[in-house]
């Protein structure tokens, strides 16, 4: 027996060694490289959730840039915790440089040793069970106790009773010691799968707490970052409930070592002493006394995940530029922009003041859309990872603010026009004067949905308010009539094409001055439509810009 047994852990600790080979081998292949695998965002979001703070960027926003993909190429974080903490990391720009300075000291300290950085990644990973997700509820939400107090009393003698009654019976066998010893264990059987369902939200995340805790503590002696006391404090005041989860420690170490046999005694013994309900309820009262000593090693954990996943995105970019923000002189100054979504995107340049927006004119895919898109993904990334896909940028801090993606609601019976007239009019209200944070403001399309002469009246007065709060402005358009009454207050450039044979060709590149085709008609012809229509809907354009010119 003692053979089988020292065969058996040999073997286990030996097939540890060749699947941490493994891991680390996957750690080293994917560096650099977005991961791509299906993530689970009603879980991700849970820990941004809990936050409410005015500064936090938008629903509108996020979906306007489509900041669910931006997360999954940039999500290159090893643990669930890492994960939860980057999502909620990009939805609140930063508008403190030495806040950002940190950030990226920290990065250059805990990247500098790439063999150790690995090792980091490891123990990293133990963190990557879909229920590490649930740690972040432990300090989220209050916890009450999990029994009545007679019920906590039974549980906590009912043990010390059964053993009484089996010595008894070696003792001095008897009828009543049978029956009673029989009642209790079958009682116990009872209410411990009976209260499964009550404990089951525990079950779940105190082990991971465990394994967080000697992933923190383990990062604490080998990660290179320094000013780390707060975690260590934390770690001792978070050792009792480390203790009273040692029979779930003993439990994992079974599953992943031990024989089927040695689990199976180990779960007997479990459910007739209610072991796992003692567990359980000892561990919620340390729980909620020593709550923000959990938030705390989650937070040290998961910010040393994402400042690993930061360098792996910057090292996975064609270029990249740490930013540089500007106190005076409020001007934007970007050179080679791109979208870091987009393979091998075309690089653009722009500079542009607070008093002075950008009306961006550009026929049908030309790159408009992405271009403003762009501007505000770099300028988050700027102001959340002090990374930007450039190489150059300049900029105040600035709120983002947009309006892309609006659409109408029949739920709301809101038609397209209200739904982006109302958009508009909040971003107006958070854009005024007396904001100490100006913003930058991204529109796609201004008030389409409502007839031409209405559409530029309205839109010329809203931008021509927004620009004289000094926030930055981009607006797309294709209304040729509004750059003419904004070009005191605007800027306008233009995306072009060009026609070869029957192809449109775009080249996507920012151009000063007004678009100078429109290729609305020239796209339905490329796409097959009958001769007839093409010849009629250029004859009935050429009416339409001669009465206009007139």
Known sequence: MAIVLGFSLISSYYGKLRAEEKKLDKIKSKWGKPVNTRRNFDLIKTYLNADKSWDRLSDVTAEDIDLKSIF??????????????????LHFPETNLEKLLELDAKVEAI????PNRELIELQLSKLN????????????KTHESLFVPIMNFYIRFVPLVIIALIVSLIVYPNPISILLLLFFVGYNVVLHYANKKKISAYTNSLPQLLIMHNVAVWLVKNSGLEDNESVKNSLKNLLGLKRSLSIINLESKLINGAGDLSYAVFQLVKTLFLLEPRIYASSIKHIEKY????????????????????QSVRDGLPYYNKPQFIDTDAQMNITDL???????????????RADKGALITGSNMSGKTTFIKAIAVNTLLAQTLFTSCTKEYKAPFLKIQTSIKTSDSIEEQKSYFQAQAQSILTIMSRSNE????????????????????????????????????QNFVFVSTHDLELAELLDEDFAIYSFEDSKSGAVLVFDYKLKEGLLKSRNGIAILESMGYPDSVIEDANIVSERMMLKYME
């Open 72 to 89: 999954n190429y940039i999500d290159r974080t090893s643990s669930k915790p890492g994960k939860q903490y980057l999502y909620k990391k």
């Open 111 to 114: 990247n500098q040793d790439k």
């Open 129 to 140: 069970n879909t229920y590490a997700y649930y740690i972040a509820d432990l300090f989220l």
């Open 291 to 310: 709550r923000e000593d959990i938030e705390q090693v989650y937070q040290y954990v998961a910010e040393i995940d994402m400042l690993v996943a930061i």
């Open 338 to 352: 791109y979208h870091p979504l987009i393979d091998k995107c075309v690089t653009n340049s722009l500079y542009t």
């Open 434 to 469: 007396v904001e100490q944070v100006k913003s930058l403001v991204i529109i796609d399309e201004i008030f389409r949905g409502t007839n031409t002469i209405e559409r530029i009246a309205a839109a010329k007065s809203v931008l021509s308010y927004i620009t004289a709060n």
